[in-house]
DNA sequence: TTGTATGCGTTATCAG
DNA sequence: CTGATAACGCATACAA
């Protein structure tokens, strides 16, 4: 029992094949009665299209390209919800994936566009080979469409809130990134400092709990109680934690720690993070879409979309 | 600049279609001269095979399903991994993924084949009904091909390192479902125990850290020194740690603690878990190359494969 | 060993 | 609004 066909189909409601794929892809071009007998046909006969067929008639391939250009060892955890949500946004239009972790392979086999994670600056120039559709995940000022949390508004409620929860004083511990992520979270952080009359501490370092913790240790005399730690990423937050327990400190009476990303790892940290949650799973929806659209519309700009992050407030700040 | 076709490929070569065809299919029924010409010809042209093309005159589709039957929010990040793993096994056959998270979903759309994970016991029911080949990530007992880490291995791995670094007793904290993996895992710690005259002491619980951490703190009067704790994921042993610390046990002198699955949550943990580390990426290779040539055998039986794991000293057991 | 004809399932084009 | 025909790029079956 082989799968049913658009021929098949046809035959059963006594119509060309034209009609059916009409059905399916122009409905509006078909009378009333004739499209319910096509659906009638179609649902008896179990019909599935066969997206191989499709896509070589319409000159596709009905699959889009995955690149993560960050160290495999080094991504997320969250990189799981956000491929789930591409999945999702892929699904309606029964695309199909393919995950890279080498921007050399990328020209191997054939696709209709590319979603890329963990761009830099230097990047743009191999991007702007690319021959097919594009959107990024994550910020970018060179014009590329793409998808990203509001990240300044993100640290502009992770301000507020410290603020709001009487911590004194309020330091931002970042990445050592020349990012605009990075660039974003922090002004949030120091806009919200200055309309409330306050002058920013910033320190950046790499990405890495083991670094955050190791400075907060080596620098301890210099923070004050009252003082709130506002994060660039939740792994910097959990190694601030640590150093803050480690000193006796208490959390989060007398010091606050507020973290970014709210996947996972504020989940195993104790106590529990603060955190500025980003809605991973809708972001990677708003890729696919975005992208899907884009190959509809033959590579069209579809400009950017910025999502709300929502603060999280668990243990790590006071109640 | 169209991309160049099998045709294309020809005219340059001055052979047939078939020829080139055959180049790439069937090497050894073409001369080696023709061959050189043809391989030169699609070197000059660039030419890259079209997949839709391929899947439609072979009746495929070029698409794998993976389907993830577990909840997202409590997958664990090693799936990234994974995935990165079956992404590598696939890219080589220019195959594509989709991935799925309900498996009502299974149907919509067409593929070759599934790789299937957090399968349990009881959906061997509708399992059977899949029409396409199918490989399980983790062990079964009804036949099905699968792919996992050697579980029994690695807890006779773990078991055997906490005895040779003299701990009295060994008590395992183990997850409580009642599936092969578990069990494999139950009966490295219960047969290593026994070959060395020692009674096994086994806890289950749910898999949280907060779950495990709560049953020692609970029990702590129980447990005596030189008590080494051996998890069945480094989830539980996150939390056996943290309640051991929270009540003045001394790691690794006093007490020691062994993870298994380690990628990832074991670097977030302080101090770093000692870990029965699985090779996640390899394992999900293996899975699509399974998957592939089972699909390429037309549904052949595969076996299984177990991977051997490896044991990660770090600082939750004596050096 | 190589080439020719045909079909895979779908959509675009053009005719009715 | 509907239908016949060709075309997408490749592989199978058969013929030379």
Same mark, same amino acid.
């Given at each position: 029992?082989?799968?049913?066909?658009? *021929?098949?189909?046809?035959?059963?409601?006594?119509?060309?094949?034209?009609?059916?794929?009409?059905?399916?892809?122009?409905? /509006?071009?078909?009378?009333?009665?004739?499209?319910?007998?096509?659906?009638?046909?179609?649902?008896?006969?179990?019909?599935?299209?066969?997206?191989?067929?499709?896509? $070589?008639?319409?000159?596709?391939?009905?699959?889009?390209?995955?690149?993560?250009?960050?160290?495999?060892?080094?991504?997320?955890?969250?990189?799981?919800?956000?491929?789930?949500?591409?999945?999702?946004?892929?699904?309606?239009?029964?695309?199909?994936?393919?995950?890279?972790?080498?921007?050399?392979?990328?020209?191997?086999?054939?696709?209709?566009?590319?979603?890329?994670?963990?761009?830099?600056? +230097?990047?743009?120039?191999?991007?702007?080979?690319?021959?097919?559709?594009?959107?990024?995940?994550?910020?970018?000022?060179?014009?590329?469409?793409? &998808?990203?949390?509001?990240?300044?508004?993100? /640290?502009?409620?992770?301000?507020?809130?410290?603020?709001?929860?009487?911590?004194?004083?309020?330091?931002?511990?970042?990445?050592?990134?020349?990012?605009?992520?990075?660039?974003?979270?922090?002004?949030?952080?120091?806009?919200?400092?200055?309309?409330?009359?306050?002058?920013?501490?910033?320190?950046?370092?790499?990405?890495?709990?083991?670094?955050?913790?190791?400075?907060?240790?080596?620098?301890?005399?210099?923070?004050?109680?009252?003082?709130?730690?506002?994060?660039? *990423?939740?792994?910097?937050?959990?190694?601030?934690?640590?150093?803050?327990?480690?000193?006796?400190?208490?959390?989060?009476?007398?010091?606050?720690?507020?973290?970014?990303?709210?996947?996972?790892?504020?989940? &195993?940290?104790?106590?529990?993070?603060?955190?500025?949650?980003?809605?991973?799973?809708?972001?990677?929806?708003?890729?696919?879409?975005?992208? $899907?659209? +884009?190959?509809?519309? *033959?590579?069209?700009?579809?400009? /950017?979309?910025?999502?709300?992050?929502?603060?999280?407030?668990?243990?790590?700040?006071?109640?």
């Amino acid at each position: 029992m082989a799968m049913a066909t658009l *021929s098949d189909v046809a035959k059963e409601a006594n119509v060309s094949k034209m009609t059916v794929s009409r059905v399916i892809n122009h409905p /509006e071009q078909v009378t009333e009665d004739l499209r319910l007998l096509v659906i009638n046909a179609m649902k008896t006969l179990n019909y599935r299209p066969n997206s191989a067929a499709k896509a $070589l008639a319409q000159n596709r391939t009905n699959v889009v390209k995955f690149l993560i250009l960050e160290d495999i060892d080094t991504t997320e955890p969250y990189y799981m919800n956000l491929l789930f949500g591409i999945a999702r946004g892929l699904d309606k239009q029964q695309y199909a994936l393919q995950l890279i972790s080498d921007r050399d392979k990328l020209n191997a086999g054939n696709a209709d566009g590319y979603l890329i994670t963990g761009a830099r600056t +230097k990047d743009s120039e191999w991007l702007d080979q690319l021959e097919k559709p594009l959107v990024l995940y994550g910020e970018n000022r060179y014009g590329y469409d793409f &998808v990203d949390t509001d990240n300044k508004l993100g /640290e502009t409620m992770a301000t507020e809130y410290a603020l709001a929860k009487n911590y004194q004083s309020i330091i931002f511990i970042g990445i050592d990134v020349k990012e605009p992520f990075e660039y974003s979270r922090e002004a949030g952080y120091i806009n919200t400092l200055q309309q409330n009359g306050l002058l920013p501490r910033i320190h950046r370092m790499a990405n890495r709990s083991h670094i955050s913790q190791g400075f907060i240790n080596d620098h301890w005399a210099e923070f004050a109680r009252n003082t709130c730690f506002v994060c660039a *990423s939740d792994r910097l937050a959990i190694g601030v934690v640590r150093a803050i327990l480690a000193k006796g400190g208490r959390i989060p009476d007398d010091f606050g720690v507020i973290g970014h990303d709210g996947v996972f790892l504020d989940q &195993v940290s104790n106590p529990q993070l603060t955190t500025v949650q980003q809605q991973v799973m809708s972001l990677g929806e708003h890729l696919a879409r975005m992208l $899907l659209s +884009k190959i509809d519309q *033959s590579g069209a700009q579809q400009g /950017e979309v910025l999502l709300t992050p929502q603060l999280v407030a668990r243990g790590t700040t006071r109640p």
